[in-house]
């Protein structure tokens, strides 16, 4: 089973940008990876995903914002976030489930805090 490590949270002002790395211990190739997000108060939801061909999905509240993308050689998932709202404040989750089976793996986490 792969393990994920997420990386690049932080503090960034209204309108900035922040780019969020998972790493896999060993191939992501046989997993739709994605990056989940849970708020203070509020249930996870999902930000973006994207399929083991490439294929993309979005949250409706960061489409035009956040562009997923993946690196299959390198094992890694990477969540650009541009124009960021204080309503993007949340701990952000990397995910991968298999294919095959449908398990799911998650990372610990990574803050992203949105504040003048």
């Known amino acids: 089973q792969v393990q994920l490590v997420e990386s690049g949270g932080g503090l960034v002002p209204p309108g900035g940008s922040l780019t969020l790395s998972c790493s896999g211990t060993?191939?992501?190739?046989?997993?739709?990876m994605g990056w989940y997000r849970q708020a203070l108060g509020k249930q996870r939801e999902m930000v973006a995903r994207?399929?083991?061909?490439?294929?993309?999905r979005y949250a409706d509240s960061v489409k035009g914002r956040f562009t997923i993308s993946r690196d299959n050689a390198a094992n890694t998932v990477t969540l650009q976030m541009d124009n960021l709202r204080p309503e993007d404040t949340a701990v952000y989750y990397c995910?991968?489930?298999?294919?095959?089976?449908?398990?799911?793996?998650w990372g610990r986490g990574t803050q992203v805090s949105v504040s003048s």
């Open positions: 995910n991968a489930q298999k294919i095959v089976g449908g398990d799911n793996v």
């Open positions: 060993k191939t992501t190739l046989a997993y739709h």
């Open positions: 994207i399929s083991s061909g490439g294929s993309t």
